[in-house]
């Protein structure tokens, strides 16, 4: 069974600053997706990024990158110029591709970033 | 990106009473949609898969007779607690995702208090 596990319940950065948010996954599969979703005091969740497995090339919107390590199952996030609307609990996520739309996400148990003024 | 409508937003109810939440594809054809239940800083928990037109594929200690999945056309789906306990305050979120697509989008989520 496939696994996420975030590693940094809290993490704390200064508006401008550049902060790392930690992802492992278990899996032993070879194609698959991995996701980081943003969910704000809102709770609304928010797509921040997608990784296909199958893509050596890091993915990055924006201020938002990852650092895609496949063969060492890591999956961080790292946000650039840190705004104070990045506050928000972040979850790393792993979708197989095997199945097709009905498969659901595996969600780690979040990491909760505070953006200090 | 696609927009997933959730209603109500919050909810308060009796205690032994049922509620029901919809969750609302609005501009996409939702093949399957998926039901979280959400306790405070705490992660998504997948409670159950719905398919358009076929009973929900209910998670492992989920039950399938309190909590009511319908998915019974390919823009809502519902949910319904039944005979509602204070433990099952919570928040309830929906996603919903097209056939062939690789992502999900998430209603606003429910607030469910059970008084």
């Known amino acids: 069974a496939q696994t996420v596990t975030q590693s940094q319940p809290e993490m704390s950065v200064q508006e401008a600053e550049t902060v790392t948010l930690s992802c492992t996954y278990d899996t032993s599969e070879n194609n698959y997706y991995l996701f980081w979703y943003k969910q704000p005091p809102s709770r609304q969740m928010i797509l921040v990024i997608r990784?296909?497995?199958?893509?050596?090339q890091n993915a990055t919107e924006n201020r938002f990158s990852v650092n895609f390590q496949k063969a060492a199952k890591s999956f961080s996030l790292k946000i650039s110029d840190s705004q104070l609307g990045d506050t928000a609990m972040y979850f790393c996520?792993?979708?197989?591709?095997?199945?097709?739309?009905?498969?659901?996400?595996?969600f780690g148990t979040g990491t909760l970033l505070a953006v200090q003024p | 990106g696609a927009v997933v409508s959730q209603h109500p937003s919050r909810v308060i109810c009796k205690s032994g009473t049922s509620v029901k939440i919809e969750c609302r594809s609005l501009d996409f054809q939702a093949t399957t949609m998926f039901w979280y239940r959400q306790f405070p800083k705490q992660s998504l928990m997948l409670m159950a898969t719905?398919?358009?037109?076929?009973?929900?594929?209910?998670e492992q200690g989920v039950e399938k007779d309190k909590f009511l999945i319908n998915h019974a056309s390919l823009t809502l789906s519902t949910l319904t607690v039944t005979s509602a306990h204070p433990e099952d305050s919570s928040f309830y979120i929906c996603?919903?995702?097209?056939?062939?697509?690789?992502?999900?989008?998430f209603g606003q989520g429910t607030r469910l208090t059970v008084v």
């Open positions: 990784q296909e497995a199958y893509k050596q």
């Open positions: 996603s919903a995702r097209m056939g062939g697509s690789t992502e999900a989008f």
């Open positions: 996520a792993f979708k197989s591709r095997k199945g097709g739309a009905t498969n659901k996400l595996i």
């Open positions: 719905s398919n358009e037109g076929s009973k929900a594929t209910y």
